[in-house]
Nanobody
């Protein structure tokens, strides 16, 4: 049974940092690509980071290099380091396979960037 549990969100001021974690159950991280996604109020869910099973990372250009995805396969955890946060980063953040399995979304973790 697949279970994805995100944590690490919170409220920060612009320019701050957060590190999100996703504990993964039921997905073999050695053969599945993983992604971090976010959904802002009144917007669709978008991909913000992809990590392939062999370690290749992809980020959309609009992030300007501020996010870094990593994996600890021994701990079944995928992490997202977010630096220089901006108000437009405010959203609920989720992890899932990439492409996502729509039956596996976890609860997400809220990130709020505000002064």
């Amino acid at each position: 049974q697949v279970r994805l549990v995100e944590s690490g969100g919170g409220s920060v001021q612009p320019g701050g940092s957060l590190r999100l974690s996703c504990v993964v159950s039921g997905i073999d991280l050695s053969i599945n690509d993983m992604g971090w996604y976010r959904q802002a109020p009144d917007k669709g869910r978008e991909l913000v980071a992809r990590l392939t099973s062999d370690g290749v990372r992809y980020y959309p250009p609009f992030l300007e290099g501020r996010f870094t995805v990593s994996v600890d396969k021994a701990a079944n955890t995928v992490s997202l380091q977010m630096n220089n946060l901006k108000p437009q980063d405010t959203a609920v953040y989720y992890c899932n396979t990439q492409p996502p399995d729509f039956g596996n979304w976890g609860p997400g973790t809220q990130v709020t960037v505000s002064s």
